[in-house]
């Protein structure tokens, strides 16, 4: 066990150097942006009404793998937004080679998005774990990392993501919307 944490933080640490600044990037871990200081508080953006529902999140985003995961999960009903700051917001507090999906958080209301850090986005619907010492990120168990996403941004919402029409293109590692603990994720007793 001690040998897969040292191996995961070289990784973590490593990986994430080379994920935000690039236009094609890796990431080593999905949400190592979003455990950073910068990332704890209030921005500054749209009301969710604005923005589009998360099918079209899928879509203009070339996620369609992440959308049929999370369709199929026991998060069905949510939105991206629930857990995501859009971009839109994180334009108004991040250059641009910082925005990404690992900016977590929330809608506060009256125009106001409230980044969080760690577990924190887990844990506010999920209050029964929150006197819980996990010592670890929900996702490491929750949300495994499988194979790698295109994500871009689009010139034109009202065209299909391909060609010319590409802004800016990200790959960065799949992390599962089924929300399932993972087998190989289960802590063993002791360790």
């Not at 999905?30 to 950073?36: D, E, G, L, R």
């Not at 099918?55 to 009903?77: F, M, Q, T, W």
């Amino acid at each position: 066990m001690k040998r897969m944490v040292l191996i995961t933080l070289v990784f973590f640490f490593t990986g994430s150097l080379f994920v935000f600044g690039q236009d094609q990037s890796n990431s080593a871990d999905p949400k190592a942006f979003a455990m950073s200081e910068k990332c704890a508080g209030p921005v500054k953006g749209p009301e969710p009404g604005v923005l589009p529902d998360t099918k079209d999140c899928a879509v203009c985003h070339n996620v369609p793998r992440i959308y049929d995961e999370l369709s199929g999960s026991s998060h069905e009903d949510m939105s991206c937004l629930e857990c995501h700051v859009p971009g839109k917001a994180q334009a108004n507090k991040y250059e641009s080679k910082e925005r990404s999906f690992y900016h977590l958080g929330y809608y506060d209301g009256h125009e106001k998005w409230m980044e969080t850090s760690g577990n924190d986005v887990c844990l506010r619907c999920h209050t029964d774990r929150e006197g819980e010492s996990l010592g670890r990120n929900c996702w490491e168990c929750h949300m495994r990392v499988d194979g790698m996403d295109e994500f871009v941004l689009v010139k034109d919402k009202k065209l299909p993501p391909k060609g010319d029409n590409i802004k800016v293109k990200k790959i960065f590692p799949h992390s599962s919307h089924t929300f399932r603990v993972h087998p190989d994720a289960e802590m063993k007793k002791g360790e």
